[in-house]
């Protein structure tokens, strides 16, 4: 599945970009982050390229709106807390961060302190996109006797352990304020790229 509108004019040059939360999707020219998973130094070159995707084919290999693209392995290069970006990471030192459907997993107020956070670490001017659940067109989907299973799921999460519960639900105009409100500019939405509801949100530390 393309995906150009999470590609940022000139970022090839950017040094230093940030996939938080990567799970089962490795980006090519990103830093991968996850709270688990294989190590990306353990895996042959041949073995990461063939897992690998790129920025704008986020998802390379597409699933239906009842099966989450792409599911499998987790490779990362960092196993951080995303909650933890900020001791990682110097301020004003990270060109780009995208969060694609892992935010949703923090508490309201967790998730402002980490947008807090990634604001901090950007550098000036440093681009973030977030990909959350859209909780309105979850919402629509619940009348749908063939989707409302998997809309509850996208909802409240897989529930299958700690990591896996969703504990924020967000709208693009949620999403937005919560953007403007930490000090992004320009924020915008984007399209979403994905086979189920979701908000996908792009904004810069200017």
């Known amino acids: 599945m393309k995906t150009p509108q999470l590609y940022d004019l000139g970022e090839d040059t950017w040094q230093e970009k940030l996939h938080i939360g990567c799970g089962g999707i490795y980006l090519n020219g990103y830093t991968n982050?996850?709270?688990?998973?294989?190590?990306?130094?353990?895996?042959?070159?041949?073995?990461?390229?063939?897992?690998?995707?790129?920025?704008?084919?986020?998802?390379?290999?597409?699933?239906?709106?009842?099966?989450?693209?792409?599911?499998?392995?987790?490779?990362?290069?960092?196993?951080?807390?995303?909650?933890?970006?900020?001791?990682?990471?110097?301020?004003?030192?990270?060109d780009k961060i995208?969060?694609?459907?892992?935010?949703?997993?923090?508490?309201?107020?967790?998730?402002?302190?980490?947008?807090?956070?990634?604001?901090?670490?950007?550098?000036?001017?440093?681009?973030?996109?977030?990909?959350?659940?859209?909780?309105i067109g979850s919402l629509d989907w619940m009348v749908d006797s063939e989707k409302v299973a998997f809309a509850t799921r996208h909802l409240r999460g897989s529930m299958k352990d700690d990591w896996s519960q969703h504990q924020s639900w967000w709208t693009h105009a949620t999403l937005a304020k919560a953007f403007e409100w930490v000090g992004f500019d320009a924020v915008r939405p984007l399209a979403n790229f994905h086979c189920y509801p979701s908000v996908v949100m792009h904004g810069q530390k200017l």
């Open 33 to 94: 982050i996850d709270v688990r998973g294989e190590m990306s130094k353990d895996l042959g070159r041949r073995e990461l390229k063939a897992h690998a995707s790129e920025i704008g084919e986020y998802y390379k290999r597409d699933g239906g709106w009842n099966s989450l693209p792409n599911r499998g392995r987790i490779v990362v290069d960092k196993k951080v807390n995303m909650q933890d970006l900020s001791y990682e990471y110097k301020l004003g030192s990270v």
């Open 98 to 135: 995208v969060a694609i459907q892992s935010m949703e997993h923090l508490d309201p107020m967790d998730f402002i302190s980490t947008l807090n956070d990634f604001y901090d670490v950007l550098r000036k001017p440093g681009v973030l996109i977030v990909s959350v659940p859209d909780t």
